[in-house]
């Protein structure tokens, strides 16, 4: 049974920085390719970072140069590091597996 459980979120002000953690079971981690999706209120969810079972990375344009996702395979972790926090980054962000499997969210807020 696969299990992502997503930790990090909170409050921050606008320029601040958030690190998410998602721990993963159930799945062969080093081919996963890992995500960091999120949903903002009223609006479909996106992606905002992919860390392939390649070893490559993705961003969204409204993320890069801010977030980084790092993956740490031996602990079965994905991480998405935030900096430059702004208000429109609040949302509820999810942790994705292949595509297919999501953790229960975590909420960030940016405001001040």
């Known amino acids: 049974q696969v299990q992502l459980v997503e930790s990090g979120g909170g409050l921050v002000q606008p320029g601040g920085s958030l690190r998410l953690s998602c721990a993963a079971s159930?799945?062969?981690?080093?081919?996963?390719?890992m995500g960091w999706y999120r949903q903002a209120p009223g609006k479909q969810r996106e992606l905002v970072a992919l860390?392939?079972?390649?070893?490559?990375?993705n961003y969204a344009d409204s993320v890069k140069g801010r977030f980084t996702i790092s993956r740490d395979n031996a602990k079965k972790m994905v991480y998405l590091q935030m900096n430059s926090l702004k208000s429109e980054d609040t949302a509820v962000y999810y942790c994705?597996?292949?595509?297919?499997?999501w953790g229960q969210g975590t909420q960030v807020t940016v405001s001040s």
């Open positions: 860390s392939t079972g390649g070893g490559t990375t």
């Open positions: 994705n597996a292949n595509f297919k499997n």
């Open positions: 159930g799945i062969i981690f080093t081919i996963s390719h």
